[in-house]
């Protein structure tokens, strides 16, 4: 039915979102330092670098900080994007 394929999309799009930051957070949190970093300063270092320095430094906390509201925020954006593809091939098809 319409209502239990719209709820698929939903859920499986929150969960695909939620998954996807679980797994990036680390690597987009590394990137924004890099972008944030002066040329030649000390925190204009490699990916690789920021990573294993964050981890050394926090530990496995410090490379998932933030990953609640990133997760919370993911979620439903997600969800209406699959929802919204969802509809939108139903009415194409």
Not at 40 to 56: E, N, P
Request: with cysteine.
């Amino acid at each position: 039915t319409a209502v239990k394929e719209a709820s698929s999309a939903i859920v499986c799009g929150g969960v695909a979102g939620a998954v996807f930051w679980s797994i990036m957070l680390p690597v987009d949190g590394a990137k924004t330092c890099i972008q944030a970093a002066v040329p030649g300063a000390r925190d204009d270092i490699s990916l690789r670098a920021h990573l294993t320095r964050t981890f050394r430094r926090s530990g496995i906390r410090g490379l998932y900080a933030g990953l609640q509201p990133a997760v919370l925020r993911a979620f439903p954006a997600n969800a209406c994007q699959w929802l919204a593809f969802e509809l939108v091939m139903q009415g194409m098809v």
